[in-house]
């Protein structure tokens, strides 16, 4: 069927399906005509018709369809653009479209957040056109979108994977940023291989980690698994194992699990000079409910929260049952950013025993939590120019320059200073706490770059 038989056979329901097949079959090219009669009042064409094969091209079609829903005139081109790209024609269906169209990054970026905030899954189309916007900003912000949006997203997003459409590349990493179980079969299997290669090939990187990690002077990852209560073990690189843990900007890492980024998974990394380094805040399965009765009272903005102090008691009971079973076992963590709501610690264990556990928060005014006598890998430590006077006014014996990662490369593994040099064995794992177990496995990854999440 030509293509001007096809078009006069849009009209007729017999054979409209035929007619549909020799129009898409046609190539890309006729979409942009099919717009202009869509919209046209004095079309000649079947306007069922020309949004069944405008349907037919799926994703390839869709930046094209909402340019034109950006610049609709009339309330008819609007729900006929909608109706031709599976959307609801609501009132503000033509703004979203002229923001996701807009010439201004920012515009087109905040576009995307507020679609995603909003859990507005009828317009998820409008977002896959910045998915291969050509400012990394708008594409991140897309991705986190669709992660917003959930599983509900994911047949069209499979859908634009298995098109032409420029945005198929950026597609797997909207699918991992909802779950890495989303994509396709095909699509998990290029995953996995890639991840392998650069797991081979990589080199840990030194990085300053920013909240808690422990070391453990093991080389056996699946007990330090169990004594975690870890599940789900998947095998990724350094960097990506390490990405939530090195700030707290706008990562995928983190924006997938929102305010249990710390706390869904956990990081054990490879064997580095005789020492295993878990990074996260672990939640076992008896911890769960505990767990989620803190974290409602620290997310609740009106309410008056307080901590008790019992996590002091919880990382030094941790810390002697870990080193019980391993010989020896440390706590670090800190939050350094240069303002008040810094703090620091680190628990020293032994045999079973805690040695020493300092902590600092400057948030408060009020002396350091300390237990043990001072530890050998506190003396000798650099000291700035006031001394060891902290900011308050008050002496505690630990000058400002003393760190927890100081403190980590005298008694275990620095993380700041990881390199080449370092005795590295196996690889590290992301693996579920009884938090993530619920959650899964997500965040996002590039199929062209899995060595980082994307952002």
Same mark, same amino acid.
């Given at each position: 069927?030509?293509?001007?038989?096809?078009?006069?056979?849009?009209?007729?329901?017999?054979?409209?399906?035929?007619?549909?097949?020799?129009?898409?079959?046609?190539?890309?090219?006729? @979409?942009?005509?099919?717009?202009?009669?869509?919209?046209?009042?004095?079309?000649?064409?079947?306007?069922?018709?020309?949004?069944?094969?405008?349907?037919?091209?799926?994703?390839?079609?869709?930046?094209?369809? @909402?340019?034109?829903?950006?610049?609709?005139?009339?309330?008819?081109?609007?729900?006929?653009?909608?109706?031709?790209?599976?959307?609801?024609?609501?009132?503000?269906?033509?703004?979203?479209?002229?923001?996701?169209?807009? %010439?201004?990054?920012?515009?087109?970026?905040?576009?995307?957040?507020?679609?995603?905030?909003?859990?507005?899954?009828?317009?998820?189309?409008?977002?896959?056109?910045?998915?291969?916007?050509?400012?990394?900003?708008?594409?991140?912000?897309?991705?986190?979108?669709?992660?917003?949006?959930?599983?509900?997203?994911?047949?069209?997003?499979?859908?634009?994977?298995?098109?032409?459409?420029? %945005?198929?590349?950026?597609?797997?990493?909207?699918?991992?940023?909802?779950?890495?179980?989303?994509?396709?079969?095909?699509?998990?299997?290029?995953?996995?291989?890639?991840?392998?290669?650069?797991?081979?090939?990589?080199?840990?990187?030194?990085?300053?980690?920013?909240? $808690?990690?422990?070391?453990? %002077?093991?080389?056996?990852?699946?007990?330090?698994?169990?004594?975690?209560?870890?599940?789900?073990?998947?095998?990724?690189?350094? $960097?990506?194992?390490?990405?939530?843990?090195?700030?707290?900007?706008?990562?995928?890492?983190?924006?997938?699990?929102?305010?249990?980024?710390?706390?869904?998974?956990?990081?054990?990394?490879?064997?580095?000079?005789?020492?295993?380094?878990?990074?996260?805040?672990?939640?076992?399965?008896?911890?769960?409910?505990?767990?989620?009765?803190?974290?409602?009272?620290?997310?609740?903005?009106?309410?008056?929260?307080?901590?008790?102090?019992?996590?002091?008691?919880?990382?030094?009971?941790?810390?002697?049952?870990?080193? %019980?079973?391993?010989?020896?076992?440390?706590?670090?963590?800190?939050?350094?950013?240069?303002?008040?709501?810094?703090?620091?610690?680190?628990?020293?264990?032994?045999?079973?025993?805690?040695?020493?556990?300092?902590?600092?928060?400057?948030?408060?005014?009020?002396?350091?939590?300390?237990?043990?006598?001072?530890?050998?890998?506190?003396?000798?430590?650099?000291?700035?120019?006031?001394?060891?006077?902290?900011?308050?006014?008050?002496?505690?014996?630990?000058?400002?320059?003393?760190?927890?990662?100081?403190?980590?490369?005298?008694?275990?593994?620095?993380?700041?200073?990881?390199?080449?040099?370092?005795?590295?064995?196996?690889?590290?794992?992301?693996?579920?706490?009884?938090?993530?177990?619920?959650?899964?496995?997500?965040?996002?990854?590039?199929?062209?770059?899995?060595?980082?999440?994307?952002?």
């Amino acid at each position: 069927m030509d293509l001007q038989t096809a078009a006069a056979a849009l009209a007729d329901a017999s054979l409209r399906d035929e007619a549909v097949d020799a129009m898409a079959a046609a190539g890309d090219y006729v @979409i942009e005509p099919l717009l202009d009669e869509l919209v046209d009042p004095d079309s000649w064409l079947d306007r069922s018709g020309v949004i069944a094969v405008l349907r037919r091209f799926g994703p390839v079609a869709y930046r094209p369809l @909402i340019v034109q829903l950006a610049i609709a005139q009339t309330p008819d081109a609007v729900e006929l653009c909608c109706r031709a790209l599976g959307i609801t024609a609501a009132s503000d269906a033509a703004d979203f479209a002229l923001q996701v169209c807009s %010439e201004d990054a920012e515009v087109r970026a905040g576009s995307a957040f507020v679609l995603g905030y909003r859990r507005r899954s009828e317009y998820a189309p409008l977002l896959v056109p910045l998915l291969a916007d050509p400012v990394q900003r708008v594409r991140d912000e897309a991705i986190g979108a669709f992660g917003r949006l959930g599983r509900s997203a994911v047949p069209l997003l499979r859908r634009v994977r298995g098109s032409r459409a420029p %945005e198929r590349r950026y597609a797997l990493a909207a699918l991992t940023q909802i779950g890495w179980d989303t994509p396709e079969p095909r699509d998990s299997a290029i995953l996995a291989r890639l991840m392998r290669a650069k797991i081979a090939a990589e080199v840990p990187q030194a990085f300053a980690p920013q909240d $808690s990690w422990y070391a453990i %002077e093991t080389t056996d990852r699946a007990a330090v698994l169990d004594a975690f209560d870890l599940s789900d073990p998947v095998a990724v690189t350094w $960097s990506i194992g390490t990405d939530t843990w090195r700030g707290h900007d706008a990562r995928h890492s983190r924006a997938a699990y929102d305010e249990h980024a710390d706390c869904a998974r956990m990081y054990v990394s490879p064997v580095l000079d005789g020492w295993t380094l878990v990074f996260g805040t672990p939640v076992a399965d008896g911890e769960l409910d505990r767990h989620d009765h803190e974290l409602n009272r620290l997310l609740d903005i009106e309410g008056d929260y307080t901590p008790d102090g019992r996590e002091h008691q919880r990382r030094q009971a941790r810390c002697a049952a870990l080193s %019980e079973q391993f010989g020896q076992a440390h706590w670090y963590g800190q939050n350094y950013e240069s303002g008040c709501d810094d703090w620091w610690g680190w628990c020293l264990a032994e045999q079973g025993k805690v040695l020493r556990y300092y902590y600092r928060d400057w948030s408060e005014y009020i002396e350091p939590i300390q237990f043990g006598p001072g530890h050998a890998a506190e003396t000798g430590l650099p000291i700035d120019s006031t001394g060891t006077e902290n900011r308050f006014g008050r002496q505690d014996g630990i000058p400002d320059t003393v760190r927890p990662m100081l403190i980590a490369g005298r008694t275990s593994v620095d993380p700041s200073r990881i390199s080449a040099n370092t005795r590295t064995r196996g690889h590290g794992v992301l693996a579920l706490t009884a938090c993530g177990r619920r959650l899964g496995h997500r965040g996002a990854l590039s199929i062209e770059n899995p060595v980082r999440a994307v952002g």
